[in-house]
Nanobody, 122 residues
Framework: QVQLVESGGGLVQAGGSLRLSCAAS??????MGWFRQAPGKEREYVAA????????YCSDSVKGRFTVSRNNVKNTVYLQMNSLKPEDTAVYYC?????????????????WGQGTQVTVSS
């Protein structure tokens, strides 16, 4: 059974940091991504990583502040979030797919986690 379990969300002050984790089980995925959804807004792409050669991608809104990485042994992907802003407040979702291409749209991913809340106070 495929499972993606996110953890690491919480409440942090603006300027602070959080690290999200997504532990995958049941399959070895070739690409994984992070998306987020703020209240009243559509889910948006944040970052993705290609499992084989570690090529990473970040959206312009988080570039320079967020970093995506992975641990093959633990089958886990991470999202390090620094210099957090109130507008980063959202539920963050981990996504995974067997495709080797780390896509930037929701349709690029087959499997999804349940989400973890990140709240940044001003």
């Amino acid at each position: 059974q495929v499972q993606l379990v996110e953890s690491g969300g919480g409440l942090v002050q603006a300027g602070g940091s959080l690290r999200l984790s997504c532990a995958a089980s049941g399959r070895t995925f070739r690409s994984m991504g992070w998306f987020r959804q703020a209240p009243g807004k559509e889910r948006e792409y944040v970052a993705a990583i290609n499992w084989s050669d570690e090529i990473t991608y970040c959206s312009d809104s988080v570039k320079g502040r967020f970093t995506v990485s992975r641990n093959n042994v633990k089958n886990t992907v991470y999202l390090q979030m620094n210099s957090l802003k109130p507008e980063d407040t959202a539920v963050y979702y981990c996504a995974a797919d067997l495709s080797p291409v780390a896509g930037t749209t929701q349709n690029d991913y087959t499997y999804w986690g349940q989400g973890t809340q990140v709240t940044v106070s001003s």
